[in-house]
């Protein structure tokens, strides 16, 4: 499956909207006609397959927001062309996609799934093609002299457990309750499902919970009460998982059964109205989850602006920015890419894009909010991470709710690179 998406024509200059700290930085006035070659953005996208809930939303936000950068007279006059090609979460397709597009001339493209981007950072560097993958991936991604254009751009698995740790062990505080707070983690069998438990066991012992076992989800169960009893023997205070789609729907049902419901914790891809829906609403109040970004129930800036465009013609607006909190991830994705685009452009003025130019752009991202959809976000030559804060939001009463903005977990050392 490929999708092309073409460049939108201006007609008339645009007013230009500063690239200050905290603004989108997208926003550009083309003062008519450029004869600045396009740059050719890369989406490997997930929209079929095991994680279609997540590539839906995640797609749709990338294509939705190009739309409105041609439309406002695109990178300093420069249009973007994206290009999507289908993987369906498969590593061999994914690496085939990419093939394709460096053959077209991509100047950065974004990966779907931490498996792709593993397996595509070698390749990368090879080709000086920047990948950019933010809300999944390694840790040690973030390692900007180790892999020099692999791009997490945001917080890691390991930040989400920490941040959440953090935030639980604050509210126990707040509420006046003693002694430490008892927490076990369901790991999904995945590396990135590992990676977040260890996280969680290194988070609470740093801080000062008690760490009391991890169980293991098998990557496809049938059946997760097994594990859900396992947990409910240990009487946690706190229940974390790094379960997604329909097996944190899974998690989220039995736990509910066995009266484990409000203690459940967990990262951002299980944090959408899939889990809230398949749970059901009743099951699915008081969980707590961290988000890279502001999600879409909080109506963030960047959101506005695209319903505005939509409302007035501009733009045709995805469906799925309505009804898809994963579609904030795909935003935050879109508005770095464009953000390190811009820098690009400042440095080759009329002259062609290329990934080693992306890549330097990439590393001039200083103190960058998307207009208050992430948390400041700076990226340098050593430190490609971005950020290590989290939103915290839990369902109430059937919704999304924001308990806490841009919360840090403590440093895990052994765990996150040290890059300065």
Not at 135 to 144: D, H, K, L, T
Not at 161 to 186: H, M, R
Not at 319 to 347: C, F, M, V
Not at 387 to 393: G, M
């Amino acid at each position: 499956m490929k999708r092309t998406f073409p460049a939108v024509a201006v007609a008339l200059a645009m007013a230009l909207v500063a690239g200050a700290c905290g603004d989108d930085g997208n926003e550009t006035a083309s003062g008519g006609k450029s004869d600045k070659p396009t740059v050719l953005v890369g989406m490997i996208g997930a929209r079929v397959g095991p994680v279609a809930s997540a590539g839906v939303g995640v797609g749709d936000a990338i294509s939705d927001w190009f739309q409105y950068v041609n439309a406002n007279g695109g990178i300093n006059g420069r249009k973007v062309e994206l290009k999507e090609i289908e993987s369906e979460y498969q590593v061999p397709k994914g690496i085939e996609a990419y093939s394709k597009l460096k053959t077209d001339g991509m100047a950065v493209a974004l990966v779907a799934g931490t498996a792709l981007s593993d397996a595509l950072t070698g390749p990368s560097a090879t080709d000086q093609i920047p990948i950019v993958f933010p809300g999944q991936g390694n840790a040690s991604a973030v390692n900007g002299e180790k892999f020099p254009y692999a791009f997490p751009g945001a917080p890691t698995y390991p930040h989400q457990a920490a941040a959440g740790v953090k935030f639980l062990l604050d509210e126990w505080t707040a509420a006046g309750k003693t002694g430490k707070p008892k927490i076990v983690c369901l790991g999904w069998e995945p590396p990135p499902g590992q990676e977040y438990c260890a996280a969680v066991k290194a988070a609470s012992e740093a801080a000062g919970a008690t760490w009391v076992k991890q169980v293991t989800i098998p990557a496809k169960a049938a059946d997760v009460k097994p594990q859900i009893l396992e947990a409910k023997a240990t009487n946690p205070d706190y229940v974390f998982h790094s379960t997604l789609f329909s097996l944190a729907v899974a998690v989220m049902k039995t736990a509910c059964a066995e009266g484990l419901g409000s203690k459940l914790v967990t990262w951002h891809w299980a944090v959408s109205e899939n889990e809230l829906n398949g749970a059901g609403p009743q099951c699915a109040e008081g969980l707590t989850g961290t988000a890279m970004g502001k999600l879409a129930a909080s109506d963030p800036e960047p959101i506005k602006k695209l319903k505005d465009a939509a409302t007035k013609g501009t733009i045709k607006l995805s469906a799925s920015a309505g009804n898809n909190q994963l579609y904030t991830n795909g935003l935050i994705a879109a508005l770095l890419i464009a953000e390190a685009l811009r820098n690009a452009d400042a440095k080759v003025g009329d002259g062609k894009i290329t990934g080693s130019d992306v890549k330097a752009g990439f590393e001039q991202i200083s103190n960058f909010t998307g207009d208050g959809i992430v948390c400041p976000t700076t990226i340098t030559a050593k430190n490609h991470g971005g950020n290590r804060a989290l939103n915290v939001y839990r369902i109430k009463g059937g919704a999304f709710s924001l308990v806490t903005a841009c919360i840090e977990g403590p440093k895990l050392a052994g765990i996150e690179p040290e890059v300065g």
